[in-house]
């Protein structure tokens, strides 16, 4: 560097130098810019300021010489245009709208790079490799998503679903307090959910081997986030009409109101609504005068809020966590419950659905 004969003087250009590392935001221009300070300063060999950035002698030679000729700027990132695309605007909007729709239709199993190379090819007659179908997906907007299944023998009825998101009403109704009920299991067995880890770590947790579980009805108020649960050995009608009996206990109605319960078609709820219902020599009067039943449609578990606690439950109290029997199982799951069995803003906001999205 010391033979070299500058066109502008070193300090001069220095002092530009140390200017723009004080303000620019650009992190490659900043390390380029302050080698280049470093070798303008002479206050370190050249050797020396190669080894501590890992950039080769002449690389840096190189930069002071492009700032000595064109200026500072010169070290900035051009902008690189690659290759256009070979597909329009117009033909990919055409794309998107046709892998949208099953790939039957086109004459295909499934789509993939192959089979939206093969498509492209005898729509567009346009060669794209299959890398390129891969990231062409991306750029559409695809994703891999894994679907999720629903029994064969029926599917959502989208007219009933309209029907029901009118129970939406019932928050202006000074008469009706809105609660929806579901049970559910936990094992001893460790579920697993994602985690935070280090990049590249294979984390483990320990399963207990047996399959010990443990049931609990639950019922949640979103009006108020409270959450009731109860522990059931099992699932059937009696135990259905326990649950609410104990709920009823717990919560007694408020004065002039009723309990418009929300419960899902399970065999054992319908024999026990009917009941209910049918009220037999009075039975279950204590339930009839304060419970009116609304029916969730088929297959719609979404629409049920207190699904959600069901997650929240496991994502926060049992996933990735190793319980050596189940009754560790059970304080771990009781303990999480406890912090909703008064009003909370949590299960307020989480189960008050917005039925319009």
């Not at 300063?41 to 002071?64: D, F």
């Not at 949208?100 to 729509?123: A, M, T, V």
Request: aromatic residues 12%.
């Amino acid at each position: 560097m010391n033979k070299r004969t500058f066109i502008h003087k070193p300090l001069e250009l220095l002092e530009i130098g140390k200017e723009i590392v004080k303000q620019s935001d650009d992190e490659k221009y900043t390390l380029k810019v302050t080698l280049v300070n470093l070798m303008l300063e002479r206050k370190m060999k050249a050797k020396e300021i190669s080894e501590l950035s890992g950039i080769t002698r002449r690389t840096l030679s190189k930069w002071v010489k492009i700032v000595d000729e064109e200026g500072f700027d010169a070290l900035r990132e051009k902008a690189r245009t690659g290759r256009s695309s070979k597909l329009s605007k117009e033909q990919k909007e055409e794309i998107k709208k046709v892998l949208i729709n099953p790939p039957g239709e086109c004459g295909h199993f499934k789509w993939d790079g192959i089979s939206l190379s093969d498509y492209i090819k005898s729509q567009y007659h346009i060669d794209l490799c299959i890398r390129q179908c891969q990231r062409l997906f991306y750029e559409l907007g695809f994703s891999q998503i894994r679907p999720q299944t629903y029994p064969s023998s029926g599917e959502p009825n989208e007219e009933e679903r309209e029907a029901y998101k009118k129970i939406a009403d019932l928050a202006n109704n000074p008469n009706a307090v809105l609660v929806f009920q579901d049970e559910v299991h936990y094992t001893v067995q460790t579920g697993i959910s994602s985690m935070w880890a280090i990049k590249g770590s294979k984390p483990k947790v320990k399963s207990y081997p047996g399959k010990d579980k443990i049931s609990y009805s639950g019922f949640v108020i979103p009006s108020t986030g409270k959450l009731f649960t109860c522990k059931l050995e099992w699932f059937d009608y009696e135990t259905t009409i326990r649950s609410i009996r104990d709920f009823l206990k717990a919560n007694p109605a408020p004065e002039n109101c009723k309990y418009y319960l929300v419960m899902d078609n399970a065999p054992w709820h319908k024999k026990a609504k009917r009941l209910i219902k049918e009220n037999f020599n009075q039975e279950y009067s204590d339930v009839s005068d304060k419970v009116v039943f609304v029916y969730l449609p088929p297959y719609s578990p979404d629409l049920n809020p207190i699904e959600q606690v069901w997650r929240l439950t496991r994502r926060d109290a049992t996933h990735n966590i190793f319980f050596r029997d189940v009754h560790k199982l059970e304080q771990a799951v009781d303990d999480y419950y406890s912090l909703f069995t008064v009003p909370n803003t949590s299960l307020k906001s989480l189960c008050s659905f917005n039925f319009d999205h």
